[in-house]
């Protein structure tokens, strides 16, 4: 491999056949084989190779990858250039687009020699992008890539995304400080209160809050050792209230026969409509039940021994819905074991666990 004065990296230009190549680069002090982390191809069956689709003309290797975080306003956007052989490119006809933009064409971004085009990260708001390199060569070829990276170059800000789905109450807050000397944290819950952060130095801080029912902002506020208070982006969680029933389902067991009685729990407290069924392993259906409506059935005990599910389905006037299943079992005496710690299923009692 050669040194790039240019690039400040080693290079290698390698002839390739169309198709399908595998590579790996190779670290002689630690004796390892990399894979190449700027490309996202990877051969996860065959020791994590690097893959490429060789083409009469493709675009690889770009930096940033997709899905990075970019917060060095410094960086260079490169990407390599792959031409067949005797072909070349079009720098007057090929260009930069920035969500969905032209920023620039590629004279004097383009390096022949090495076959890699870089460009200046421009001013960008922080936020997603959309990058796409469109190429042209002399052979009348066009072709592009793409990648989409996310700016963060405010000095402080959230790595959790905003969500509007919180699935719990307590939610775990990650956010990054590139301040060499915070001198005070504050995670901020607007409108709920305060959470002074332990200072530790640059790098990445998380805080546990609860959450409620509703939507919740946050804001980081941290002053640097001359005083001057860096703010973040605006955190925005929401952790929506239910709208589907919870149902359950009680069973009873008197004088021969089984009450069966349904619970929607519909956290709007409305009309719900509910079907009964029978699970589907049962050892004989339960007569009587299927199609069922009614919150309250009553059934004889089955004669057959076995273990018997039954089904729940709720659904509320907005056409939510939710099903729950629950069991009960008839022993050879005819004795029925209702659902609880101490009885479960048969399949469960006699299950064996072994070991590998």
Known sequence: MNWSDA?????????????????KFHEHPLNQWITDPLNPYVNTSDNNNSMLQVKNGMVFEIFPRSGAAIT???????????LSEGDSLLPDQSFLEIDNAVVCDFEGCYLDSLSIVRFDLPDLEDGPHAVVFRLKTRDDLDFADSTIFTTRMNPVFFLTPDQTDVLAGPKTIRWQVNISEPDTILLRHLGVGDSLIGVQSAGEYACSVPLDYGSHLFVVYVRGSSGTIHTSDTL???????????????ITHQAGMLLLTAVPNDPQNGPVSCEWTNGETNVNKLNGLDGQTTLDIQLPVPVLPGDYAVRLLV??????????????????????????SRYVPRWVSEARIYSM
């Open 7 to 23: 690039l400040q990296c080693y290079t290698k230009i390698e002839l390739l056949d169309t198709g399908f190549v595998q590579y």
């Open 72 to 82: 060095d306003p410094e960086i260079k956007i490169t990407a390599g250039i792959c």
């Open 236 to 250: 925005a969680l929401t952790y929506p209230e239910p709208q589907s029933p919870e149902p359950e389902i009680r």
């Open 315 to 340: 659904t509320d006037a907005e056409s939510n819905w939710n099903t729950t299943e629950t069991f009960f079992t008839v022993d050879d005496d005819g004795t029925v074991l209702l659902p609880s």
